[in-house]
């Protein structure tokens, strides 16, 4: 009897050891395939899955970057915002973490930012604990369905934990709304010569700037921009901050402001505009608009507030509103830009907003596939590799004219083309891969003007991930960020020298290392 029982009670564990070992072998499974779907990108963030847009609450505390964004946990368009979230230790590395901010009887969490009130202006910190404070705007879908035009407020919540869990204000909203249909998008400051907070949201066609003592109580300050930058579509996503001259002491004062549609080359995009803020007015000598991006896919970016080193670190969302809803993903939708550090430089009493990846995304670069190679005046250069669609390129020249084709076995082609002659670049995705999901994706050549001091030679850098391209002309002062969805890989690249005297350095073609 006893032997029976012995047998049997060993069956049993070695059923349930291979119940565990099988379980376990799944678990294993899942995390292996995960961030490997056709077109996910493998060094920028991107949701786990489900619908993703624009970065909110950009903010460091305690060690890590808080990375929250426009959420909709139910599907991969968009739908009811909430805020989701994700940490990371060098901003290229991210852990996931719940949603932060879910609708309430207020309305859906629309766009905002965060801010660490080490001061406790608020009052919500609790023995010695500092709050983070998030402010983001209420989206009411039941006023916007009864054709008010009082539908979006401001509203704020506190985290005592470093952002893991979050208390909205009993007192909320703490901006109401007089009767502008899109009132939104709040980004927060401490602003030390006033001692006091400055919030600058966005009215359909301008700015407004508000102060507070303590984050609770606003009071309007002035506007901006009725008459000032580009106005083809409605305002978005501002952002206000000071930078100092690239090579001097002088400080000057940048909002950015984006715009749907309006953009250079189609829908969203980013304009800046360069001047002076006195706490309460923000004002400009600027009289054309001037944008952060050339490409179609950089938008609704923001900067981190906090930043130990005092660096202006932006992300902006990979995607534009003509197609964001129908590029051809499934387990998730959108991805972020790299990380940039924002620079400002004047020539001939102008200024021009230079961005380009933090430092740490150097890391991420493997042992190069090729190095140091010229492709002679007049002559074209030809490389096959398989980590071309997950990589780094890095040119240096002087040629005043010349072609980049990344290609794939269908004979599909992103084109890139540099012309200093006529002070331009232009990149060509109408043959890149799959366009027709959307008639404007695939439909015209975006065209970037080079800008700032007349240079001999250039540098050009380009990121190329699974669906992305991202491209940064003499240190980011000119830059061009474009989705791309080819059937397969790119594996062939093709440098075409036109130029009749100077050739072209390839500095490195490297893979990149995946951040999953």
């Known amino acids: 009897m006893y032997r029976y029982f012995f047998i049997s009670c060993l069956m049993l564990i070695m059923l349930v050891s291979c119940k565990n070992e099988h379980k376990q072998e799944s678990v294993q499974n899942q995390v ?67 949603i932060a901010l879910y609708p309430d009887q207020n309305g859906l969490i629309f766009s905002g930012s965060a801010v660490v009130d080490t001061k406790n202006t608020s009052g919500f910190g609790e023995n010695g604990k500092i709050p983070l404070v998030a402010i983001f705007t209420y989206h009411s879908m039941d006023g916007e369905r009864a054709g008010r035009k009082d539908f979006q407020t401001q509203g704020i919540a506190y985290s005592l934990d470093n952002g893991d869990t979050w208390t909205k204000y009993a007192d909320n909203p703490v901006i109401g709304n007089e009767g ?116 179609t896919d950089n938008y609704a970016g923001v900067t981190y507030n906090n930043v130990p080193n005092g660096e202006r670190i932006f992300i902006g969302w990979m995607s534009n509103w003509d197609y964001a809803r129908d590029t051809p993903t499934k387990k998730w939708r959108s991805a972020m830009t790299l990380p940039r550090k924002l620079s400002l430089y004047e020539w001939d009493d102008d200024y021009f907003l230079a961005n380009y990846p933090i430092e740490t995304v150097d890391k991420l670069s493997n042992p ?25 390129i890095w040119l240096t020249t002087a040629s005043r004219k010349f072609k980049l084709l990344f290609k794939n076995a269908s004979n599909e082609v992103l084109e890139l083309h540099m012309d200093v002659e006529n002070r331009k670049f232009e990149v060509d ?49 000119v830059s061009m960020t474009e989705q791309v969805f080819p059937t397969s890989p790119y594996d062939t690249l093709i440098i075409v020298n036109e130029d009749d005297e100077a050739p072209i350095l390839i500095s490195t073609v490297s893979p990149m290392k995946s951040v999953w």
């Not at 305002?235 to 001097?248: Q, R, T, V």
């Not at 065209?447 to 007349?454: D, M």
Request: aromatic content about 14%; proline content about 6%.
């Open 368 to 392: 190069p596939l090729l190095e140091q190679t010229e492709v002679p005046s007049g002559e074209t250069f030809s490389v096959e590799t398989n980590g071309l669609n997950q990589s780094e």
């Open 180 to 295: 502008i249909k899109d009132f939104r998008d709040p980004k927060v400051f401490w602003h030390e010569p006033s001692k006091s907070w400055i919030l600058t949201l966005v009215a359909g066609d301008h700015a407004k700037f508000y102060t507070s003592k303590n984050l609770k109580d606003w009071e309007h300050l002035s506007d901006f921009g009725r008459t000032k930058g580009a106005h083809g579509g409605v305002w978005e996503c501002p952002d206000l901050f000071p930078l100092k001259i690239k090579g001097s002491d002088e400080e000057k004062w940048v909002l950015i402001i984006s715009i749907n549609p309006g953009a250079p080359n189609g829908g969203s995009g980013t304009q800046y505009f360069v001047g002076d803020f006195d706490g309460k007015t923000f004002s400009t000598d600027q009289t054309e608009p001037k944008w952060l991006d050339y490409g």
């Open 429 to 477: 995705r109408t043959l890149s891969g799959k366009i027709d999901f959307q008639e404007d994706f695939g439909a015209r050549k975006h065209i970037a003007p080079l800008i700032g001091a007349q240079k001999k030679a250039h540098e050009l850098r380009i990121f190329m991930d699974w669906s992305s391209m991202e491209l940064f002309i003499d240190q980011g002062l």
């Open 32 to 98: 292996e395939s995960s961030y490997k779907e056709q077109y996910r990108p493998q060094f920028h963030f991107s949701p786990e899955e489900k619908w993703m847009n624009d970065p909110n609450g950009l903010v460091y505390n305690d060690g890590f970057y808080h990375l929250f964004y426009q959420y909709y946990p139910d599907d991969i368009v968009w739908g009811p915002m909430h805020w989701g979230h994700a940490v990371s230790t060098d901003l290229v590395h991210w852990e996931h973490k719940p």
